[in-house]
T-cell receptor, first 109, second 117 residues
Framework: GQNIDQPTEMTATEGAIVQINCTYQTSGFNGLFWYQQHAGEAPTFLSYNVLDGLEEKGRFSSFLSRSKGYSYLLLKELQMKDSASYLCAAMDSNYQLIWGAGTKLIIKP | GAVVSQHPSWVICKSGTSVKIECRSLDFQATTMFWYRQFPKQSLMLMATSNEGSKATYEQGVEKDKFLINHASLTLSTLTVTSAHPEDSSFYIC?????????????FGPGTRLTVL
């Protein structure tokens, strides 16, 4: 079956760095997405990886290893506004997104 | 960037009534739109995939006669919750796929919060 695993909750300190891991198993693979979702709001796109390696975009970076079925989202210089849920989603061979349950990130001062 | 709108943003209705939610892609064409439901503190749950001009594909466990989906144009899909009950209260989110985008990204609407009394 298809499955996405990511931690339920993480806590980090303002100004620090946090890495949110995601492992996936899908029927075929057409890329890995990360979305940010604040409470009561719809998800917003953060990153997309389809090739192995690290994609950097400002304070956020995303890494993919296709052979390991593994990705992580790296957040640097954490700000209080980064407190949100981070959703990992893998696109399968039918171009359908398979969603993880989300990681709730709590930022403490 | 690609923008998706949803209407209404929130709705409160009595049990037994029907509610229609609209999802529009404002600046791009979307042959495929997706309808999700999200209960508090849970992840997105895909309800159905809506393709323009054809019948929607429903996920297992989602009643197609209760959740009517119409995708009449490349920019509009509607979800009608028929005979709504309190257990249908949830956050309903649509997304649309931009054909012209490089990698099949889904753009999300702002969501519709449905409360059934």
């Amino acid at each position: 079956g298809q499955n996405i695993d990511q931690p339920t909750e993480m806590t980090a300190t303002e100004g620090a760095i946090v890495q949110i891991n995601c492992t996936y198993q899908t029927s075929g693979f057409n890329g890995l997405f990360w979305y940010q979702q604040h409470a009561g709001e719809a998800p917003t796109f953060l990153s997309y990886n389809v090739l192995d390696g690290l994609e950097e975009k400002g304070r956020f970076s995303s890494f993919l290893s296709r052979s390991k079925g593994y990705s992580y989202l790296l957040l640097k210089e954490l700000q209080m506004k980064d407190s949100a849920s981070y959703l990992c989603a893998a696109m399968d061979s039918n171009y359908q997104l398979i969603w993880g349950a989300g990681t709730k990130l709590i930022i403490k001062p | 960037g690609a923008v998706v709108s949803q209407h209404p943003s929130w709705v409160i209705c009595k049990s037994g009534t029907s509610v229609k939610i609209e999802c529009r892609s404002l600046d791009f064409q979307a042959t495929t739109m997706f309808w999700y439901r999200q209960f508090p503190k849970q992840s997105l749950m895909l309800m159905a995939t809506s393709n323009e001009g054809s019948k929607a594909t429903y996920e297992q466990g989602v009643e197609k006669d209760k959740f009517l989906i119409n995708h009449a144009s490349l920019t509009l899909s509607t979800l009608t919750v028929t005979s709504a009950h309190p257990e249908d209260s949830s956050f309903y989110i649509c997304s649309a796929r931009d054909l012209a985008a490089d990698y099949n990204e889904q753009f999300f609407g702002p969501g519709t919060r449905l409360t059934v009394l």
